[in-house]
């Protein structure tokens, strides 16, 4: 049996909103099988919103939720976290309706986590095997899932900047692989956008200590964590917004030019293309190097 697992203990930290520029605390607590992920609002009476694609809210360029009185968002960089590591059980408790920024990345979650530690739980994991291709288009923006035996992703971005009018990476996701190669991407964004995400309230946390600043000549940053940052930061989000289907996912992503927007509607496709897929109990290939990472919240 491939067993669900929530933290050991408690852990919390603070940081600032990227968007709200608010200093926020989070705390990560342990949960029951079968939970879920859940924000938990502190400020809201324990209003509590699951991690489900059913309550996706506004994209305003990060992944937001919402249920009844209660919204969060800047949700994706914590879920690529959690799922990477394969926690499917756990309270995301916030005071504010932000996830704080940290440093831009998933790596300051994956040290939050560690420091918890992992427990295995008494009940069995499911995953959602693809067996036939699912795509979605808009404009030059794809999205696909083809058959595979494990998770893989490959990911192409293009850009009019001579920085980035290309990058292309793939690959297979394991909780090591995404610890090394992917977790420490940060997001990005062009000085030329930053004015304009401020006028209209967004960016407010924003700086160079939480965001890659693209300049026409290049980096405003020191230097950057990989040659392929930004793609990597992508695949990153993807993760993110692919835990919202609700199953740990084994099959090979796709994308191009893809973002947020396309990423959860996707996910919402996924679920709605019954015949494109199957629930399994266990991996594949369970002793293989790259177990398909876990993509853990259950549907509420």
């Given at each position: 049996?491939d067993?669900q ?7 919390s930290?603070?940081g600032?909103?990227?968007?709200s520029?608010?200093k926020?605390t989070?705390s990560?607590?342990p949960?029951?099988p ?6 938990r609002?502190?400020?809201l009476d ?9 309550n996706?809210a ?6 937001g939720?919402?249920r009844?009185?209660?919204s ?9 976290a ?6 499917d059980?756990v ?9 704080p ?9 994956i040290?939050?986590i560690h420091?918890?530690?992992?427990k295995?739980?008494?009940?069995s994991?499911?995953y959602l095997k ?9 404009g030059?923006k794809?999205?696909a899932?083809?058959?595979?035996d494990h998770?893989?992703v490959?990911?192409?971005?293009s ?20 610890i090394?190669?992917?977790?420490p991407a940060r ?9 304009m ?5 967004l960016?407010l946390g924003?700086s160079?200590?939480?965001a890659?600043v ?6 405003l940053?020191?230097?950057?964590r990989f ?18 289907v ?6 090979h992503?796709?994308?191009?030019r893809?973002g947020h927007?396309?990423h959860?509607a996707?996910a919402a496709?996924?679920?709605e293309?019954?015949d494109?897929?199957r629930?399994v109990?266990?991996?594949v290939?369970e002793t293989a ?9 259950k549907?509420?």
């Amino acid at each position: 049996m491939d067993a669900q697992r929530t933290l050991r203990r408690q852990m919390s930290c603070a940081g600032i909103g990227l968007h709200s520029g608010n200093k926020v605390t989070l705390s990560l607590k342990p949960a029951p099988p079968d939970f879920g992920i859940r924000f938990r609002r502190t400020d809201l009476d324990g209003l509590e919103v699951p991690a489900t694609i059913d309550n996706l809210a506004q994209i305003r360029y990060a992944t937001g939720l919402a249920r009844d009185r209660a919204s969060v968002e800047t949700v994706e960089h914590l879920l690529a976290a959690l799922v990477s590591v394969g926690i499917d059980n756990v309270i995301v408790e916030l005071n504010y309706p932000e996830v704080p920024i940290m440093d831009g990345s998933a790596a300051p979650f994956i040290y939050l986590i560690h420091e918890a530690g992992v427990k295995r739980q008494a009940a069995s994991r499911r995953y959602l095997k693809v067996i036939r291709p699912i795509s979605l288009s808009r404009g030059d923006k794809r999205i696909a899932l083809y058959p595979s035996d494990h998770f893989k992703v490959t990911y192409s971005i293009s850009y009019d900047h001579p920085m980035l009018r290309h990058q292309s990476r793939t690959i297979r996701v394991s909780e090591e692989s995404f610890i090394e190669e992917i977790a420490p991407a940060r997001t990005f964004t062009f000085l030329k956008e930053v004015e304009m995400l401020r006028q209209n309230g967004l960016a407010l946390g924003g700086s160079l200590d939480n965001a890659v600043v693209v300049g026409e000549t290049g980096v405003l940053n020191n230097a950057l964590r990989f040659e392929d940052e930004f793609v990597r930061h992508k695949i990153l989000d993807a993760i993110g917004d692919l835990a919202l289907v609700g199953y740990p996912v084994i099959g090979h992503l796709v994308a191009q030019r893809a973002g947020h927007a396309l990423h959860t509607a996707f996910a919402a496709k996924i679920l709605e293309e019954t015949d494109c897929w199957r629930l399994v109990e266990s991996p594949v290939d369970e002793t293989a190097e790259g177990v398909p990472v876990a993509l853990p919240i259950k549907a509420n």
